[in-house]
């Protein structure tokens, strides 16, 4: 990047995050994702740090109060958060405890908890207040969070009962299962919503309710961290003086002053009730709400544990069994390949049903045709399952000793299996993709799903299972169709949703109330403005930016599709490609047909411009004066400069900055201006201003 681009990207960014938070907090109209808003800020502080001549003075990176806190302030932890010894093998753990009797003899026992899988944390309270929350970090140092973690309801600000003056508590936060399952798909909606490709949602999503958590913590603002319903375990009390003697009272004291501890711990006297323990929970750690991976084991008496002290990196008196992920064996019935709304192709293992980590497994994605090639699948293979930390379970190996002296390799397909288009694989990109995007059903209603969606047409009462509903039944094969749609047609109509991973598929059903939203929505949706319907057609390349530009600079559809390449690529911020892509969209019949069908079905065309609408505060600190006459009333105009942060003048002075002229306007005006030096613009400049 060079330093054009950046000073350009970051004046840019500045102003979007500008935005955004004005629309969080002044009109509490968010516009964007917590997460898609902390991707830009991040972006914007990376190249505030390369380029920090650059940086605004109030740039949103610096902003302090309200709920945004700049990033976090490291804090150095009093007693060092040290990790844990762990092991895998139960012959390991008899090792650890022949260890410890050989220092401290037989008299001890030890409490055995669950590890909870998600992010340590170090709470210190002064006079019964929560006063500082600090991440685990290096160990050493950590992030302050005291404000996102107030925002977690089992994290007590005020202490009740009889605790100490000033003390520590460590615990874990994390997510429950079911919270993650739910922010999950509402950020998959929203990603979907916003016109981001189908494949890369994946990317973009949590994989577990670990990085969720994680993640959720480390956002910059309290407000959206509340959101999250992050939950917590506390279990290690440190304090200076003694407040018992034992480990299990340490908890017990805990929960007195208001913590949530776990209810599942166990004093345990010797190793094989530890072991007894940990073979419980490997059981049934499917029915608890969270996530663990393993159980900690602590020597119980705190004169124990000092004697037996630390290594350079991890107690003596502690130590963590892992649970290692759980593998079912299944066999391969069949590979399918499903068609995305892009056109990616994903291959699945379609699984004789088995029971893993809960839940049955019937399917499990193959990625693409490399991970085929990986694990040299062939027909009816024994495979090994497993969950990882992902929800979608994986194959992770084939017994190949089982396989059939017949079977045959696994064949990828050649040709799409919907609409039987020869497929494509880009160069250096591991998928395939179906190129025919204007017929292939998937890519069509993939299509719909977008022209509907929130930032689009914000078509309420419509979504995605139902738009494809609305396909497979024949009502629509184009965005014009909807505008066609009639209550009867609609009220009582009866769907199946498309199958999801697992190969569930349920009945719909559309009742009165919802037809009846459906076709309000579509009424309402012919007033989204032009920029929008732009954006909404889906034309490839012409995301929200490109689709503004485009109806501010040419005003109406049809200067828009006169327009050639050359013409198009003239345009500030507009690239040949973008222009190629526009100029054969519009080359197509089928397009420019549609295109008038939706201007006469009563979609906006042409840039309106809504005088009363609140807008920026670009002209702030600004003057003008208007003079003369304009395509819009002298008013709108003043109304508009004004929405803009602007201010009206009456007369002409030196301080006055734009001078907009329009026809008719008076010579004196005009000399006494040119004599000042006053900068004068024409209506169409202004508007380019804007
Ligand atoms: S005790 C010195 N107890 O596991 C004692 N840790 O690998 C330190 N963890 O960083 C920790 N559940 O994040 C303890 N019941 C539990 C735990 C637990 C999860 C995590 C914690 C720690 C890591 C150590």
Same mark, same amino acid.
């Given at each position: 990047?060079?330093?054009e681009?950046?000073?350009?990207?970051?004046?840019?960014?500045?102003?979007?995050?500008?935005?955004?938070?004005?629309?969080?907090?002044i009109?509490?109209?968010?516009?964007?994702?917590?997460?898609?808003?902390?991707h830009l800020?991040k972006?914007?502080? =990376?190249?505030?740090?390369s380029?920090?001549?650059?940086?605004?003075?109030?740039?949103?990176t610096?902003?302090?109060g309200?709920?945004?806190?700049?990033?976090?302030? =490291?804090?150095?932890?009093?007693?060092?958060?040290?990790?844990?010894?762990?092991?895998?093998s139960?012959?390991?753990?008899?090792?650890?405890?022949?260890r410890?009797?050989k220092?401290?003899?037989?008299?001890?026992?030890?409490v055995c908890?669950?590890?909870?899988?998600?992010?340590?944390?170090?709470?210190?309270?002064?006079?019964?207040?929560?006063?500082?929350?600090?991440?685990?970090?290096?160990?050493?140092?950590?992030?302050?969070?005291?404000?996102?973690?107030?925002?977690?309801?089992?994290?007590?600000q005020?202490?009740?009962?009889?605790f100490?003056?000033?003390?520590?508590i460590?615990?874990?936060?994390?997510?429950?299962?079911?919270?993650?399952?739910r922010?999950?798909?509402?950020?998959?909606?929203?990603?979907?919503?916003?016109?981001?490709d189908?494949?890369?949602?994946?990317e973009?999503?949590y994989?577990?309710?670990?990085?969720?958590?994680?993640?959720?913590l480390?956002?910059?603002?309290?407000?959206?961290?509340?959101k999250?319903?992050?939950?917590?375990?506390?279990?290690?009390?440190?304090?200076?003086?003694?407040?018992?003697a034992?480990?299990?009272?340490?908890?017990k004291?805990?929960?007195?002053?208001?913590?949530?501890v776990?209810?599942?711990?166990?004093?345990?006297?010797?190793?094989?009730?530890?072991?007894?323990?940990?073979?419980?929970?490997?059981?049934?750690?499917? =029915?608890?709400?969270?996530?663990?991976?393993?159980?900690?084991i602590?020597?119980?008496?705190?004169?124990?544990?000092?004697?037996?002290?630390?290594?350079?990196?991890?107690?003596?008196w502690?130590?963590?069994?892992?649970?290692?992920?759980?593998?079912?064996?299944?066999?391969?019935?069949?590979?399918?390949?499903?068609?995305?709304?892009?056109g990616?192709?994903?291959?699945?293992?379609n699984?004789?049903?088995? =029971?893993?980590?809960?839940?049955?497994?019937?399917?499990?994605?193959?990625?693409?045709?490399?991970?085929?090639?990986?694990?040299d699948?062939?027909e009816?293979?024994?495979v090994f399952?497993?969950?990882?930390?992902?929800?979608?379970?994986?194959?992770?190996?084939?017994?190949?000793?089982?396989?059939?002296?017949?079977?045959r390799?696994i064949?990828?397909?050649?040709?799409?299996?919907?609409?039987?288009?020869?497929?494509?694989?880009?160069?250096?990109?591991?998928?395939?993709?179906?190129?025919?995007?204007?017929?292939?059903?998937?890519?069509?209603i993939g299509?719909?799903?977008?022209?509907?969606?929130r930032?689009?047409?914000?078509?309420?009462?419509?979504g995605?299972?139902?738009?494809?509903?609305?396909?497979?039944?024949?009502?629509?094969?184009s965005?014009?169709?909807?505008?066609?749609?009639t209550?009867?047609?609609?009220?009582?109509?009866?769907?199946?949703?498309?199958?999801?991973?697992e190969?569930?598929?349920?009945?719909?059903?559309?009742?009165e109330?919802?037809?009846?939203?459906?076709i309000k929505?579509?009424?309402?949706?012919?007033?989204?403005?032009?920029?929008?319907?732009?954006?909404?057609?889906?034309i490839?390349?012409?995301g929200?930016?490109v689709a503004?530009?485009?109806?501010?600079?040419?005003?109406?559809?049809?200067?828009l599709?006169?327009?050639?390449?050359?013409?198009?690529?003239?345009?500030?911020?507009?690239?040949?490609?973008?222009?190629?892509?526009?100029?054969k969209f519009?080359?197509?019949?089928?397009n420019?047909?549609?295109?008038?069908?939706?201007?006469?079905h009563?979609?906006?065309?042409?840039?309106?411009?809504?005088?009363?609408?609140?807008?920026?505060?670009?002209?702030?600190?600004?003057t003008?004066?208007?003079?003369?006459?304009?395509?819009i009333?002298?008013?709108?105009?003043?109304?508009l400069?004004?929405?803009?942060?602007?201010?009206?003048?009456?007369?002409?002075?030196?301080?006055?900055?734009?001078?907009?002229?329009?026809?008719?306007?008076?010579?004196?005006?005009?000399?006494?201006?040119?004599?000042?030096?006053?900068?004068?613009?024409?209506?169409?400049?202004f508007?380019?201003?804007?």
């Amino acid at each position: 990047m060079n330093l054009e681009e950046a000073k350009k990207r970051i004046t840019e960014l500045s102003a979007e995050l500008m935005q955004h938070n004005y629309n969080y907090y002044i009109l509490s109209q968010p516009s964007i994702s917590d997460f898609d808003f902390d991707h830009l800020l991040k972006e914007l502080e =990376q190249l505030e740090k390369s380029f920090p001549e650059f940086a605004l003075p109030n740039s949103p990176t610096q902003q302090v109060g309200g709920d945004i806190t700049k990033n976090f302030v =490291q804090v150095k932890h009093k007693y060092p958060m040290l990790s844990l010894g762990n092991t895998y093998s139960q012959d390991e753990l008899q090792e650890f405890d022949d260890r410890i009797r050989k220092t401290i003899g037989n008299d001890f026992g030890y409490v055995c908890e669950l590890k909870f899988d998600g992010l340590a944390i170090s709470i210190t309270y002064e006079k019964g207040v929560l006063v500082r929350a600090v991440t685990r970090g290096d160990g050493v140092q950590g992030d302050e969070l005291t404000n996102n973690v107030k925002t977690i309801r089992s994290i007590p600000q005020q202490l009740k009962g009889n605790f100490p003056p000033s003390f520590e508590i460590r615990g874990e936060i994390f997510m429950h299962r079911k919270t993650f399952e739910r922010l999950n798909n509402e950020l998959k909606k929203e990603l979907l919503d916003q016109g981001v490709d189908e494949d890369k949602i994946a990317e973009r999503l949590y994989k577990n309710p670990r990085n969720f958590a994680s993640g959720s913590l480390k956002m910059q603002d309290s407000k959206a961290v509340a959101k999250r319903s992050l939950d917590a375990f506390l279990y290690f009390v440190y304090s200076d003086e003694t407040l018992c003697a034992t480990h299990a009272e340490s908890l017990k004291l805990a929960e007195s002053w208001g913590f949530q501890v776990s209810d599942h711990f166990k004093v345990c006297q010797n190793i094989t009730e530890v072991m007894a323990f940990i073979n419980k929970y490997e059981k049934e750690r499917n =029915q608890l709400s969270y996530e663990i991976d393993g159980v900690v084991i602590k020597v119980n008496e705190y004169r124990h544990q000092k004697e037996l002290g630390f290594t350079a990196k991890v107690p003596r008196w502690a130590i963590s069994y892992k649970y290692k992920a759980e593998t079912a064996i299944s066999k391969l019935k069949e590979v399918t390949f499903q068609v995305g709304r892009t056109g990616a192709i994903t291959p699945v293992a379609n699984l004789v049903p088995v =029971q893993l980590a809960g839940t049955t497994v019937k399917r499990a994605s193959l990625y693409n045709a490399d991970e085929i090639e990986r694990l040299d699948l062939y027909e009816y293979d024994t495979v090994f399952v497993e969950k990882g930390g992902e929800i979608i379970p994986k194959i992770t190996g084939v017994d190949v000793s089982k396989r059939d002296l017949f079977a045959r390799k696994i064949e990828y397909i050649t040709h799409c299996p919907e609409c039987k288009t020869l497929l494509i694989r880009k160069e250096g990109e591991a998928i395939h993709y179906c190129p025919n995007d204007s017929h292939c059903a998937p890519q069509l209603i993939g299509r719909m799903e977008h022209f509907i969606s929130r930032r689009a047409m914000n078509i309420e009462g419509l979504g995605g299972e139902t738009v494809a509903g609305l396909f497979h039944k024949g009502l629509i094969r184009s965005y014009a169709d909807l505008y066609e749609l009639t209550y009867e047609q609609l009220n009582g109509l009866e769907f199946e949703s498309e199958e999801d991973l697992e190969g569930k598929k349920k009945k719909r059903s559309i009742k009165e109330k919802g037809a009846d939203n459906i076709i309000k929505g579509i009424e309402a949706s012919k007033a989204i403005p032009f920029e929008r319907v732009l954006f909404s057609l889906g034309i490839r390349m012409i995301g929200e930016t490109v689709a503004k530009k485009l109806a501010q600079h040419f005003g109406t559809i049809e200067k828009l599709m006169a327009a050639s390449v050359e013409e198009l690529s003239d345009i500030n911020e507009i690239g040949g490609k973008i222009a190629e892509n526009l100029v054969k969209f519009f080359a197509d019949a089928d397009n420019v047909n549609l295109v008038m069908k939706l201007k006469n079905h009563g979609l906006i065309m042409e840039v309106v411009y809504d005088p009363n609408e609140v807008r920026s505060n670009k002209f702030e600190g600004q003057t003008f004066l208007v003079s003369g006459s304009f395509s819009i009333s002298r008013d709108d105009l003043k109304k508009l400069i004004e929405r803009n942060g602007g201010k009206n003048v009456g007369s002409i002075s030196k301080s006055l900055n734009y001078l907009i002229a329009g026809d008719k306007m008076g010579p004196e005006k005009l000399k006494k201006a040119t004599d000042l030096g006053i900068r004068m613009i024409s209506e169409d400049e202004f508007m380019g201003l804007l």
